[in-house]
């Protein structure tokens, strides 16, 4: 079963615009959520995290909005750019910071 | 400062055969894992480990071993390949405290044909 579900699949955004990828996930003993970044051939790279006492944190363009009581949090891009086209993944852990739950990706394409 | 180093970035391999993919980090990282990606599914833990000398199975652990003899090295063991084994294969480490960056690998793309 796959505990952190991620939404959309892919997405296209015109440049200047806001992409919205979303996550949901069911253990709530989940104490740290991270989203990672990925280029075609390179590994994820860590874009911004936040722990589930905080509702919003905020990271230049970037913005993690948390909502604990539906299990639920997203990432919004700001003034998207054609340089944010990447795969995006959200992620959930429990303790360990490098035992991590990953949701399947959302592939981003910003349009110039 | 290399980060985490994986090898071979590539890697084609026949049923039945075994190999072993190498990961080293020059952080000082204790805790270290391997995770595979595939299509539509994100990246799913295969083994972990919080230290030398301990290891641990992740989500999907079967057709894979892992020992850890020192602090930089973690290598993943393929014992019998098999076709469902194609996938990227990435290595992460991270500070031993809860809630820290975990740094990946540049992945190793495995094909069994």
């Known amino acids: 079963q796959q505990q952190v579900k991620q939404s959309p699949q892919s997405l296209i955004v015109q440049k200047g615009g806001i992409s919205i990828i979303n996550c949901a996930y069911e253990?709530?003993?989940?104490?740290?959520f991270p989203w990672y970044q990925q280029f075609p051939g390179k590994g994820p790279a860590l874009l911004i995290a936040?722990?589930?006492?905080?509702s919003e944190k905020k990271e230049g363009r970037f913005t993690i909005s948390f909502n604990k009581s539906a299990k639920q949090f997203s990432l919004h891009i700001m003034d998207s750019q054609p340089g944010d086209s990447a795969t995006y993944f959200c992620?959930?852990?429990?303790?360990?910071?490098?035992?991590?739950?990953f949701g399947a990706g959302t592939i981003l394409r910003v349009k110039s | 400062n290399a980060g985490v180093t994986q090898t071979p970035k590539f890697q084609v391999l026949k049923t039945g055969q075994s190999m072993t993919l190498q990961c080293a980090q020059d952080?000082?990282?204790?805790?270290m894992s391997w995770y595979r990606q595939d299509p539509g599914m994100g990246l799913r833990l295969i083994h972990y480990?919080?230290?030398?000398?301990?290891?641990d199975q992740g989500e999907v652990p079967n057709g894979y071993n892992v020992s850890r003899s020192t602090t930089e090295d973690f290598p993943l063991r393929l014992l019998s390949a098999a076709p469902s084994q194609t996938s990227v294969y990435f290595c992460?480490?991270?500070?031993?405290?809860?809630?820290?960056?975990?740094?990946f690998g540049q992945g190793t793309r495995l094909t069994v044909v």
């Open positions: 992460a480490s991270s500070y031993s405290s809860q809630g820290t960056e975990a740094f």
């Open positions: 253990n709530t003993a989940f104490d740290y």
């Open positions: 936040i722990r589930p006492d905080v």
């Open positions: 992620a959930a852990s429990i303790g360990y910071g490098n035992k991590l739950v």
């Open positions: 952080m000082n990282h204790e805790y």
């Open positions: 480990s919080v230290g030398a000398g301990i290891t």
